[in-house]
């Protein structure tokens, strides 16, 4: 009996049928890990056990590609419906995966609807479904503890992309306009009651050699509205869960006519699918940490 070729792993993937596991899913989902509780409030832990079901555990997200990402997909845009460029072959794949898990950042959790597909435990099954796919290559996964003694929420997000792995020094001031926008998003869902939420920013990269990545970061945020105002629990460390997978020329040749008859996802699709919008109707106006 041989072993399966990537070819045949994707098109298991595909139809969903039993594959074997590769490295990503021997590795395992770093982002399942029960990671940081001794930093959680009395409100995070009851929200990670379940125990208050009345406080939804958020999952915001925000979708990100880089310029020269952005530039070099939209230059390599296919005629068809089915995804050829390696950049639709990437886009395309995370979709699947995210469809897959029910995950959608669009749908928040609210008071009336505190089961949502936009929540944490949502977000936690896209990322195994991205930990399966099996052409996928794991660059990267680690937890980092992010150490803030600034009450400023600026210095926050700067701490957190000096903390991310794998992004190059040309796209760091777009990646903090990004992270900014997803704060601010975050926060218009918060209400009086204190209530945790798991930001994610989502981000598509140039690789080398003709590669490209998917860069997932998250952290978690105890938040609360008060006086119009967003505000975050201001803690001194905070737990920044990141893994970068790698999608290479070779592998996607390789598995390219196993996509003919998907449905290609492309660049504008996917950020707009992967970005939680302002709550409408929200009426903050500023962002604070406070404690």
């Not at 469809?99 to 609210?110: A, E, V």
């Not at 929420?153 to 760091?172: E, R």
Request: proline content about 4%.
């Amino acid at each position: 009996m041989h072993a399966p070729t990537v070819k045949e792993l994707a098109h298991a993937w595909l139809t969903e049928t039993t594959a074997k596991a590769n490295s990503t899913i021997v590795r395992g989902n770093i982002f399942a890990h029960e990671y940081n509780h001794q930093l959680l409030t009395p409100t995070g832990l009851s929200m990670r056990s379940g125990a208050d079901a009345i406080n939804p555990f958020y999952s915001p997200a925000k979708g990100a590609a880089t310029d020269s990402y952005a530039k070099d997909a939209n230059n390599n845009v296919s005629p068809g419906s089915a995804p050829v460029s390696i950049y639709e072959g990437l886009q395309t794949s995370i979709d699947i995966a995210r469809r897959r898990s029910g995950y959608n950042p669009l749908d928040q959790p609210t008071d009336q609807k505190p089961k949502a597909a936009g929540d944490r435990e949502h977000f936690i099954a896209f990322t195994q479904q991205i930990a399966n796919i099996p052409f996928l290559s794991l660059l990267a996964a680690q937890v980092t503890q992010i150490q803030q003694k600034s009450h400023d929420a600026n210095a926050l997000v700067d701490s957190f992309v000096k903390g991310f792995i794998g992004l190059k020094n040309q796209d760091v001031e777009q990646i903090k306009q990004s992270l900014s926008s997803l704060v601010n998003a975050a926060l218009s869902y918060s209400e009086q009651t204190e209530r945790q939420s798991n930001f994610n920013q989502n981000i598509l990269q140039t690789g080398n050699g003709g590669s490209v990545n998917f860069m997932l970061y998250a952290s978690e945020f105890t938040i609360k509205a008060s006086s119009h105002k967003g505000t975050i629990t201001f803690q001194s460390s905070y737990t920044l869960s990141q893994a970068i997978y790698q999608l290479s020329v070779e592998s996607w040749n390789n598995v390219k006519d196993t996509f003919s008859k998907q449905q290609k996802t492309d660049t504008e699709q996917w950020l707009d699918d992967t970005t939680t919008p302002v709550k409408e109707g929200s009426k903050l106006r500023a962002i604070c940490l406070v404690g």
